[in-house]
């Protein structure tokens, strides 16, 4: 019968905003091995919290919430092939549900019911503040108890516990790119991921560690962590976007990861009347009444949190979860909301835009040695007229160090191929400009208006364009500032009826999460001094792109595209 759960891909969980709201863990049913589950949760159980008066064993300090995720992720068996299901597991849930102590404890049950001998396990952090944390809660939880110093032995100065009877460790790491050393991990925990999504090489050390799920012993890895207090990128992007859409029913048939998200669906994020309401806060908190008091999280809110929009913005993201860009755009870009919605995977390449566009526009937004260049190319689809996008942006080796704080983000922008690092102004220039005569030999620039620019610093661009024969009255000016107020008012409305589609560039979503918009006089305003450090380039290339598009131009026409012949680049 369609519909019924049995045919629901696995780890799907169609119900998991009812489930939050009815104060259930959100995540799908998942088949255990009962004499091993319940051999992991009384271990679990008799382990005591080391920081709390009286150190109450966690059978009575630990929500049922997590011990669900512990049963899951170390008792999961497929009742026909007795074999593994749950081989990864994310779990988001809001600061102050102590995570920290309970992956510590999950960690040292995990190495008590492992029997492979000569193992090794690793509990990752990305700061060494919380690693030693991680490490004093399972050093504490042992010296508590007399029976398990005998089980595991402890090398304080290494943060490594080992299990006397195998040999097999568990070492509390703080993250960098050599955490990864000799045998892959058969067990690897990571605490607040979120923060790895900052770090550049985070997806290739997530890679060495998953190498060890293809092996024949098989390695788990169980990612913790609150949202991120700025927009999500790298490899926390990447994981997040995953775990939702194995949730939705949207991630394949037989997916090894469980996502366990503690969150509002996007309309209530949305709704900021919705989430403020202190009465709508306790479905998000499963540890509420143990290490969370509903009176003091409301004090920290109306003292610290509500202080400014942006210390609301860094509270509602920790605390309830909130996605940055999603949840309080505050002043915000009004079309940033609708950017993901416009999602087509088949426009991944500038290749898919000139094939589906009738005529193209192209905006240009140049920078200097400390700044981004961007390009973006606006195609108008041939049959249904919506609005097709693709941007590239280029970077100097001197961005990296002059602007340290984003850094990380553009290493993975470079990675994915949305930036380009180019060794002078004059290499980034002719690569622009490449691109641009790309479109004009296809014959789908207007004979006006076909390339608009911020007049600005573009010297060298100009020369480059010159160099490909494009020059005026296809190249033009578009006035900045207040006079871009078609394109940053109108866009979104386009964004929000899927008028305008686009490839999901990660490096347009973090542009258009970054800009600040303003009201001056009756217009609203766009501009890099009022989004401050956060970059917004790409963005701005796109409005002047929309400029030249909403003045509704018709393309030269294949008479171009048959005498010039096309130039043979590959975008």
């Known amino acids: ?75 999961s068996e497929d009742p026909e092939t007795k074999q593994r299901l749950v081989w990864e597991l994310l779990c988001m849930v809001p600061k102050k549900n102590s995570k920290t102590t309970y992956v510590a404890a999950l960690g040292l049950t995990a190495l008590f019911m492992e029997e492979a001998p000569n193992r090794q396990m ?13 490490f004093a809660q399972a050093q504490g939880m ?24 195998t040999g097999t460790k568990l070492d509390v790491k703080t993250f960098d790119t050599s955490i990864v050393t000799g045998e892959i991990p ?10 790895l999504g900052k770090k550049a090489k985070a997806a290739a050390v997530m890679q060495q560690i998953r190498g060890g799920g293809i092996t024949m012993q098989g390695g788990q890895v169980l990612m913790i962590t609150t949202q991120s207090d700025e927009a999500p990128a790298g490899i926390w992007r990447t994981e997040l976007d995953k775990a939702r859409k194995i949730r939705d029913g949207k991630g394949g048939k037989a997916p090894i990861l469980l996502p366990v998200l503690y969150e509002y669906p996007v ?72 950017w993901d919605q416009c999602l087509d995977p088949k426009l991944k390449r500038l290749d898919d835009v000139l094939r589906r566009s009738e005529v193209c526009t192209i905006g ?3 920078g200097g040695a400390d700044d981004l260049a961007a390009l973006y190319v606006i195609g ?47 290499e980034q220039a002719a690569s622009a400009a490449a691109i641009c005569r790309r479109v004009a030999d296809e014959g789908l620039l207007p004979e006006a208006g076909g390339i608009g620019l911020d007049s600005a610093g573009v010297a060298l661009l100009i020369d480059a364009l010159e160099d490909v024969d494009l020059d005026q009255p296809m190249i ?74 909403f003045a509704n131009p018709a393309a030269i026409g294949p008479s171009v595209y048959e005498s010039r012949g096309i130039l043979e680049i590959s975008i």
Not at 16 to 29: L, N, R, S, V, Y
Not at 278 to 306: F, H, M, T
């Open 1 to 75: 019968m369609p519909g019924t759960e049995e045919e629901l891909p696995r780890f799907s969980c169609p119900d998991w905003w009812d489930k939050i709201q009815a104060g259930q863990t959100p995540m799908a049913d998942v088949p255990l091995n009962e004499a091993r589950a319940a051999k992991a949760l009384a271990f679990f159980n008799r382990l005591r919290l080391p920081d709390v008066p009286g150190t109450p064993p966690l059978s009575e300090a630990c929500g049922e919430w997590f011990r669900e995720i512990l049963c899951a992720f170390l008792a």
């Open 122 to 134: 690793l509990l990752v952090a990305p700061s060494q503040n919380i690693s030693e944390r991680c």
């Open 142 to 165: 042992i010296r508590l108890d007399d029976r398990l110093q005998k089980i595991f032995s402890l090398q304080d100065h290494l943060k490594c516990i080992t299990r006397k009877k």
């Open 186 to 195: 058969v067990l690897t925990i990571i605490d607040e991921l979120h923060e």
């Open 267 to 338: 309309e209530q994020q949305r709704d900021q009347s919705y989430w403020r309401d202190v009465a709508n806060w306790k479905c998000l908190l499963p540890n509420l009444g143990r290490s969370i008091s509903r009176q003091r999280l409301v004090e920290d809110y109306e003292n610290n949190g509500s202080a400014s929009k942006e210390t609301e913005q860094i509270w509602a993201s920790q605390h309830l979860n909130i996605e940055i860009g999603v949840g309080l755009a505050g002043d915000g870009w009004s079309g940033a909301p609708h």
């Open 364 to 366: 240009i937004d140049w």
């Open 380 to 426: 108008r689809e041939t049959t249904s007229k919506r609005w097709l996008g693709w941007g590239q942006a280029w970077a100097r080796p001197s961005v990296f160090e002059r602007r340290k704080g984003i850094a990380h983000h553009l290493r993975e922008f470079e990675e994915c191929g949305d930036l380009i690092v180019a060794q002078s102004g004059e």
């Open 476 to 549: 033009q000016s578009v006035p900045q500032g207040w006079k871009l107020q078609t394109a940053i008012s109108s866009v979104p409305l386009k964004l929000e009826d899927r008028r305008f589609l686009h490839g999901g560039q990660p490096i347009m979503a973090w542009s258009a999460g970054n800009a600040k918009q303003t009201l001056r006089g009756g217009n609203y305003v766009v501009t890099k001094e009022v989004s401050g450090a956060a970059k917004i380039d790409p963005l701005m290339a796109m409005f002047n792109a929309s400029m030249l598009m």
